[in-house]
């Protein structure tokens, strides 16, 4: 399937399963196996403010192809924003989906890892 097809709520709706499936492996790899415990710990990584701080720290290290892309659809307006989200946030954390999305759907493996790995780091950082 080609990426460049789709638009960026397609994407973003891809990369919002890609990156659940590798922060829930992250989580099982932690040790923990509580599901309880596995859900409350998933959800620093999964959150709209998370992701949001991951895009504001790589954006300047993408290439432009990535960043044009991650300007459009956190640029595009979402109907709705969760009510617990910052709408500036939520639209950063829907850019980052979007990346992960192309990524896979690009068969870009080897940078969609690397990226993960980094926004696991950066969130994880104080």
């Known amino acids: 399937m080609n990426s460049n097809s789709l638009g960026t709520t397609a994407l973003a709706f891809m990369g919002d399963a890609i990156y659940e499936v590798y922060v829930r492996r992250y989580c099982l790899e932690s040790g923990r ?6 859900h409350r710990y998933s959800i620093r990584y999964v959150n709209a403010g998370a992701q ?8 300047d290290s993408l290439s432009s192809e990535d960043q044009l892309l991650v300007k459009r659809a956190r640029n595009r307006k979402p109907k709705t924003v969760p009510k617990n989200a910052d709408p500036v946030d939520y ?11 192309h990524y896979y759907l690009a ?7 690397a990226f993960v790995k980094r926004a696991i780091e950066i969130i994880e950082e104080k």
């Open 52 to 59: 949001a701080k991951v895009m504001r720290v790589v954006l």
């Open 33 to 38: 196996t509580a599901a309880d415990k596995l």
């Open 91 to 101: 639209r950063l954390a829907t850019a980052m989906e979007a990346l992960m999305g």
């Open 107 to 113: 068969d870009r493996t080897e940078e969609l890892d």
